[in-house]
């Protein structure tokens, strides 16, 4: 199992996650939240922060590497079996983990969590399809390479489910922008999509 600090293509993008927290922020939900790193990174940002997953196992672990986090607790359940307070977080985020569920579910559930001016913001995985998006997945390779050296000595990876994306990267675009209006898509080099939204108030 791997704890502590560590580098990987999910984690390379948590810095994504970090600098969308609103000021202020009170309650955050991480989804999907595995051996609770991101939790932990955002604790001091957040007056309080759920990591939430369905693995007992990631919980478990999530839950032992946190102890001294007095404003951190963690659910075991997945997202569409739990009973998410409406209009409840102000910061919602999920890392690696939508491509495991149904996500237009998924999505509108965590949308709905969201407070009016909350920030949701996901990072996920696509497939591609055609020259265009098989060319800008070969352009990540030379991003690969030099991050994975440059953090060799962090490289590592929680022993999570892993499971490849059903949808296309213009399948999760288009599908976002339908569910949250104004949202900001961007794909990103190392294979990682993000997805910004702030809900109206």
Known sequence: MMTGDYWNHNTHYHGVVLRSVPRGCGEALDVGCGDGLLVRRLAPRAAHVTGLDRSPEMVAEAARASEGFGNVDFVEAGLLEYDLPEDFYDFVCSVAAIHHMDFVKSLTAMRGALRPGGTLIVIGLANNKGPRDRAYSAAGLPAHYFHRLR??????????PVMDPDMTWGEVRDEALRLLPGAVFRRHLLWRYSLVWRKPR
């Open 151 to 160: 953090n060799r000595r962090r490289a590592g990876s929680p022993d999570a």
